[in-house]
């Protein structure tokens, strides 16, 4: 795969001098979808503006499709499809004027059956000349996701597409997103929500306080969480793990009171009941046992509190 949007060394300050991205670099792959993660404020929308030209940056360098977002803004700019976090529709206007209209504004020559074939898809058909005042919240975020693929473009930013959304209305979304990227759109979103980046995203980002702190793929993350340990107390403390559990891969804590043992819970099998054994035959008594486990929660909070 190769790279359809690519940051480098992003900034962006805002009047006032408040530095709302630093040095942002990031590549994002063709047909993937990104999920960015970060608290309030952390600068994910201003990322997205800049990347869809609404923000212009400080310094750096964004293309799309190998085309520059400052030099060759239009080109640009044509492959990007932008669902903004605000609803604002015409609430007169119908379903199919409104997304028709969007795809004018690009330039794009009417096309009904192609409008049509996008409202399918986001179960929009029936209401058609619905006008949007008639329409659920849900359906009039799918309105906007129609507006934005309207010109047929090869990104689509999804900012907070389920932002006070209800848990059905966000699965239905989830089906939605999924659908799009089978249809060959690149796809990244913005939320607060870590299960909507567990549940869809292919690679996930973590943001904060104006900087990328994390991207990586969703199934290595997993495979992370995956990994819980086992935390020993002895019953005195040691100076040198002894050799007979070398294979192990312990972490001793500093004070040499505790024994640190991760493993896999998908594996077939957790080695605790053999490094127990092997404990007692090296002569270390036990005090305490304990497990914890890391979430993707976990990693996000402890990312984004590192960093506060
Ligand atoms: N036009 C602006 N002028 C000055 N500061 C701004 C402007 N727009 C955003 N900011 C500031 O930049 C920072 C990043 O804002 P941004 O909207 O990008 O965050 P976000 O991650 O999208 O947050 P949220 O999850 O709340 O939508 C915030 O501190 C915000 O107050």
């Known amino acids: 795969m190769s790279a359809i949007v690519s940051v480098q060394n992003l900034r962006k300050s805002y009047a006032g001098g408040f530095e709302a991205l630093k040095s942002v670099n990031l590549d994002i792959e063709e047909g993937e979808i990104l999920a960015l993660l970060g608290p309030n404020g952390a600068g994910k929308t201003t990322l997205i503006s800049t990347i869809c030209g609404i923000t212009v940056p400080s310094s750096g360098a ?3 499709g190998g085309h520059d977002t400052q030099t060759a803004f239009r080109a640009a700019r044509k492959m990007i499809g932008l669902v903004p976090q605000e609803i604002n529709l015409e609430p007169f206007e119908t379903v199919m004027s409104s997304v028709s209209f969007s795809r004018g504004i690009f330039g794009k020559p009417r096309n009904d059956a192609y409008v049509m074939d996008i409202l399918e898809k986001l179960s929009l058909a029936d209401k058609k000349d619905n006008k949007i005042m008639t329409l659920s919240g849900g359906m009039k975020r799918r309105v906007l996701i129609a507006k934005a693929l309207s010109h ?7 900012d907070e597409p ?3 959304v209800d848990v059905e209305l966000r699965k239905d979304m989830w089906d939605v997103v999924a659908a799009l990227k089978a249809s060959g759109v690149t796809i990244i979103l913005t939320t607060h929500y870590i299960e909507e980046a567990e549940a869809i995203a292919d690679r996930i980002g973590v943001i904060n306080k104006g900087e990328i702190l994390l991207v990586q793929d969703k199934t290595d993350l997993m495979a ?3 990994q819980k340990q086992l935390r020993i107390e002895l019953a005195a403390p040691i100076d040198k793990i002894p050799d007979g559990l070398a294979a192990y891969d312990l972490m001793r804590s500093d004070d040499g009171q505790y024994l640190t043992y991760s493993y896999d819970t998908e594996g077939e099998r957790t080695g605790i009941t ?5 404990l007692q035959k090296a002569g270390l008594q036990m005090k305490d046992l304990q497990t914890q486990q890391s979430s993707l929660e976990d990693i996000f909070v402890g990312l984004v509190k590192e960093t506060s």
């Open 224 to 226: 992370q969480m995956g």
């Open 152 to 158: 047929e473009p090869k990104v689509l930013f999804l």
């Open 274 to 278: 053999t490094l127990l054994g092997d």
């Open 62 to 64: 964004i293309t799309v």
């Open 162 to 164: 389920t932002a006070g």
